[in-house]
């Protein structure tokens, strides 16, 4: 009973990977599933999402917070997909998505940059060179993609539970470090982790909501209890208040809602 | 039988997951009890050894030499424990120079921040920001010392096998998942794996020998083939060669010493010995 993460690169047998943990433990895979979820619930065609949540934002997208939108949307919508529990999910930055939820295993796959190369030249037919600048340009655009987003680096082991180097293992062992990790009473669903997971998806769907309003906000919740901050804007704390109740009117789950100036305390 | 190597951001940490792995599966620990016996073989201080482990290069890297004569002793008396199989090694350093012997275990183990932040809160009297901020320098100094002596990141997890966090897993767990991965064929030592280990050994203690009057030099070893590569003016190049012979021949288990002498000035010594894949 948990929800499993795998981070990886390409080519690094990590879909592999999270297919068999999930067809062992019986859970849900997740992957493609959240973009689909997200143009759906949101009406964003699935190819803008695609290409806003691939590649790193340029400049002037960072000084507009061009991608900001898109993350909220993709976010609430994972969090919502994962909310009933006893899913894997591999892809975009679940770790940090997901962040703070205790039945939240947050695994990566690693493989040498030789064998990655020999992959994509056999699976793509190109030359060495070739092969090598695609993989470290993927990399890098993965790097700065999150560097960016949650100034976090997707390399840095500590973002995670378990780190596999699939390297000397075989796919079946790194499952194996999977499940006997899931089976552990630490990553076990409780009430209290269930009801962090329930307030994450709740406070992703506001803040999803509030997108329209071009501001960007922290939204926290506790026990449905919704928080909005908006920065040091006064401003536009108001301009949400006044129009918030139109826009979160088709969520459910709230119990009540707020809006203060300044940020949340860490 | 299978050698495993613990690395880890926090010291203490290491080695009690270190400590316990070996009393799990029955194996001899390893760990900085071996500076003594270094500190003898090659007269020099059991601190300065544990300095050279710690701490990071100097600003005007005065000291740096000195530092790595200790740390070529501290890897060949390692390495020949390493030898005896069925160990844990850690606190050695032996993760970033134990490279590329299939029947070796590299993992690493990730203190618990929230843990070690309250520990210094309590130890130190300092406050939660003061603490974050000491733990990210005592990182940033042993990724600077990694990169220094070994020109390898040890924070990098593609230099381990399997990295585990112990945010959230607990210190008894880490010990089973550790036990349960040496199980694995792959760990089993071969002929091969185990001449791989043997090579290193004996090009650390060449090194070690030679660091003294030749600390420049690189060497590798192979089956009792020991090679050593230096340089030097033109003029000097026969009388160092034979000077290197010498030295190297009287080492128990070198069957053939081969020198190559450049003929230019300043080549970097390496403590990292180079990688054979296995």
């Known amino acids: ?266 | 039988m299978p050698v495993i190597i613990v690395s880890s951001d926090s010291y203490g940490t290491g080695r009690e997951i270190a400590e316990s792995t070996a009393k799990f599966l029955g194996y001899e620990f390893i760990g900085r009890e071996i500076l003594a016996k270094t500190a003898d073989k090659y007269g020099v201080s059991e601190a300065r050894l544990t300095q050279a482990l710690d701490e990071g290069p100097s600003f005007l890297r005065r000291s740096s030499k000195i530092r790595n004569r200790h740390l070529a002793y501290i890897q060949e008396v390692t390495l020949f424990e390493l030898l005896k199989d069925n160990t844990v090694c850690q606190g050695l350093g032996a993760h970033l120079y134990v490279l590329g012997v299939s029947h070796v275990l590299r993992v690493r183990i990730l203190s618990d921040p929230d843990k070690r932040i309250n520990q210094l809160v309590r130890q130190q009297g300092v406050s939660i920001s003061k603490a974050k901020k000491i733990l990210d320098r005592e990182k940033a100094l042993q990724r600077r010392w990694s990169m220094n002596v070994f020109n390898l990141d040890e924070t990098d997890p593609s230099h381990y096998d399997l990295v585990v966090s112990l945010s959230q897993i607990d210190s008894n767990e880490a010990v089973k998942i550790i036990k349960e991965t040496v199980s694995y064929p792959r760990f089993k030592p071969m002929t091969y794996s185990m001449n791989c280990m043997e090579d290193l050994a004996l090009s650390s203690r060449a090194r070690a020998v030679l660091w003294e009057h030749f600390p420049d030099a690189k060497v590798q070893a192979d089956r009792g083939t020991v090679v050593i590569e230096t340089a030097d003016f033109k003029w000097e190049k026969e009388k160092k060669a034979k000077a290197i012979k010498d030295m190297v021949r009287k080492i128990p288990g070198v069957e053939y010493v081969e020198v190559h002498v450049a003929g230019h000035l300043f080549p970097r010594g390496s403590l990292r010995p180079s990688r054979r894949a296995s």
């Open chain 1, 1 to 266: 009973m948990a929800i499993i993460t795998v981070s990886r690169g390409s080519y690094s047998k990590g879909k592999e990977v999270a297919e068999k943990v999930a067809e062992r433990l019986g859970y849900q895979c997740l992957s493609r599933d959240v973009i689909l979820e997200a143009s759906g619930l949101y009406h964003i065609p699935e190819i803008k999402l695609v290409k806003a949540i691939h590649d790193a934002p340029s400049v002037l997208e960072r000084i507009r917070g061009g991608k900001r939108g898109y993350i909220a949307y993709y976010k609430s919508a994972l969090a919502g997909l994962v909310q009933k529990d006893n899913i894997v999910y591999h892809g975009l930055a679940g770790h940090l998505l997901l962040k703070g939820v205790p039945h939240v295993i947050k695994v990566r796959i690693i493989a040498d940059l030789e064998d990655r190369v020999r992959n994509e030249m056999r699976q793509e037919g190109i030359s060495e060179q070739a092969a090598r600048s695609m993989i470290l340009k993927d990399d890098q655009e993965r790097r700065k993609w999150t560097m960016s987003l949650y100034g976090a680096d997707p390399w840095d082991s500590s973002l995670y539970d378990l780190v596999i180097h699939i390297q000397r293992f075989t796919v079946s062992n790194a499952v194996d470090f999977v499940c006997r990790t899931a089976g552990m009473d630490q990553f076990r669903t409780t009430r209290e982790s269930q009801q962090k997971m329930d307030d994450l998806a709740l406070a992703s769907r506001v803040k999803a909501a509030l997108i329209g309003l071009n501001a960007d906000v922290d939204v926290i919740s506790e026990y449905g209890n919704v928080l909005v901050f908006a920065g040091t804007d006064d401003r536009l704390a108001r301009k949400i208040r006044g129009k918030i109740g139109s826009l979160i009117s088709d969520i459910d789950g709230i119990n009540n809602i707020e809006v203060h100036a300044g940020a949340p305390s860490e």
